[in-house]
T-cell receptor
Framework: KAGVTQTPRYLIKTRGQQVTLSCSPI?????VSWYQQTPGQGLQFLFE???????NKGNFPGRFSGRQFSNSRSEMNVSTLELGDSALYLC??????????FGPGTRLLVL | QKEVEQNSGPLSVPEGAIASLNCTYS??????FFWYRQYSGKSPELIMF????GDKEDGRFTAQLNKASQYVSLLIRDSQPSDSATYLC????????????FGQGTRLTINP
């Protein structure tokens, strides 16, 4: 099976802009979770989608949003970007066995 | 108190020795425990998961869980330089939430 794919892999934006990241889970997996990883805060949970519904949400401001499509692909959007949003954004796919498999990540730099 | 705590290291171990990585968690009701390995610039890779008290072995890796002490560990036998990475402990079920909560990670270096 192909693994989790994320696009784009690298992104440079300026403050105030918005960005959309995409994640395609492992075939057959219906759950997609998003995480933000920074050197200072480590890996932090953003939200999880299952069958097009947000099932869990982390403690991030409303500028961070997501959605999931009927084919389980997921997108996350960050509006009004801030310098502190520079991070590695990871998505993880879960197939019902509790284990999550991570994609390669999208590295976002906000200038 | 952090929900999941790990010693950030760095932990330095000679090649061929046993590397021992430790993790404690705050919520006694936590259900599932995972170890991920992350090489610099890469995404986390699942090594092992454990749900029940005791030991679980997979090749050179052994995960140990003690729910009474709220402690989970990972042992790496016959450490190789390729094991040098950051090891992340993750816990699911903290406060009933079905999401992974990660520790800060332990940086492990295996010295040839």
């Amino acid at each position: 099976k192909a693994g989790v794919t994320q696009t784009p892999r690298y992104l440079i934006k300026t403050r105030g802009q918005q960005v959309t990241l995409s994640c395609s889970p492992i075939s057959g997996h219906r759950s997609v979770s998003w995480y933000q990883q920074t050197p200072g805060q480590g890996l932090q949970f953003l939200f999880e989608y299952f069958s097009e519904t947000q099932r869990n949400k982390g403690n991030f401001p409303g500028r961070f949003s997501g959605r999931q499509f009927s084919n389980s692909r997921s997108e996350m959007n960050v509006s009004t970007l801030e310098l502190g949003d520079s991070a590695l954004y990871l998505c993880a796919s879960e197939g019902g066995g509790e284990t999550q498999y991570f994609g390669p990540g999208t590295r976002l730099l906000v200038l | 108190q952090k929900e999941v705590e790990q010693n950030s290291g760095p932990l330095s171990v000679p090649e061929g020795a046993i590397a021992s990585l430790n993790c404690t968690y705050s919520d006694r009701g936590s259900q599932s425990f995972f170890w991920y390995r992350q090489y610099s610039g890469k995404s986390p890779e699942l090594i092992m998961f454990i749900y029940s008290n005791g030991d679980k072995e997979d090749g050179r890796f052994t995960a140990q869980l003690n729910k009474a002490s709220q402690y989970v560990s990972l042992l790496i036998r016959d450490s190789q330089p390729s094991d040098s990475a950051t090891y992340l402990c993750a816990v699911k079920g903290i406060q009933g939430a079905q999401k992974l909560v990660f520790g800060q990670g332990t940086r492990l270096t295996i010295n040839p």
